[in-house]
């Protein structure tokens, strides 16, 4: 098994710009999640799909912020315009299903916004 | 919603002692409380889990324990290995709105000294 891939591993940007994670989950699972790390904040959700269908996004951030999951084995997670304040580490995981506890985590994505 | 705190937030042992690591929950509701173990520049990674209707769970070197009543939960990691220093994560899972999600504790870094 792969496990959650996410992509780029790093990404570094100049403010303003539009920033474009992605994130593949385990095949099979039906839930997946984005997640925030900062050192200040910890690990934040921002949203989590439930079969490709977003059921909470209470905490992305602001409006520049937006997830998508169009089929079962793809997400993005958008900034536009980034700002400094959004570098962090980005975090996708799924799980089998809404009933299912145990989330499996990808390695992340480094953000830094110059 | 729920709160989860976990404590201490460094923690410094010599090698081949044991490490233990606490969090307290908010929300009664909670059954199922996971660790995760997060390495450098790595995503959080399930290392052991324990539902509500067990008061312990052992792993070879690795435990957990719960305390319903008092709502606290705890890892105990015996005879740590330099391998065992990374941060680690509690979590509870529980009911959020309509839906279900996973809500983090502030980490803990583990340091073992050789």
């Known amino acids: 098994d792969a496990g959650v891939i996410q992509s780029p591993r790093h990404e570094v940007t100049e403010m303003g710009q539009e920033v474009t994670l992605r994130c593949k989950p385990i095949s099979g699972h039906n839930s997946l999640f984005w997640y925030r790390q900062t050192m200040m904040r910890g690990l934040e959700l921002l949203i989590y799909f439930n079969n490709n269908v977003p059921i909470d996004d209470s905490g992305m951030p602001e409006d520049r912020f937006s997830a998508k999951m169009p089929n079962a084995s793809f997400s993005t997670l958008k900034i536009q315009p980034s700002e400094p304040r959004d570098s962090a580490v980005y975090f996708c995981a799924s799980r089998l299903g809404a009933t299912q506890e145990t989330q499996y985590f990808g390695p992340g994505t480094r953000l830094l916004v110059l | 919603g729920e709160n989860v705190e976990q404590h201490p937030s460094t923690l410094s042992v010599q090698e081949g002692d044991s490490a233990v690591i606490k969090c307290t929950y908010s929300d009664s509701a909670s059954n199922y409380f996971p660790w995760y173990k997060q390495e450098l520049g790595k995503g959080p990674q399930l290392i052991i889990d324990i539902r509500s209707n067990v008061g312990e769970k052992k792993d070879q070197r690795i435990a957990v324990t719960l305390n319903k009543t008092a709502k606290h939960f705890s890892l105990h990691i015996t005879e740590t290995q330099p391998e065992d220093s990374a941060v680690y994560f509690c979590?509870?899972?529980?009911?959020?709105?309509?839906?279900?999600?996973?809500?983090f504790g502030s980490g803990t870094q583990l340091t073992v000294l050789p």
């Open positions: 979590a509870a899972w529980t009911l959020s709105g309509s839906a279900r999600q996973l809500t």
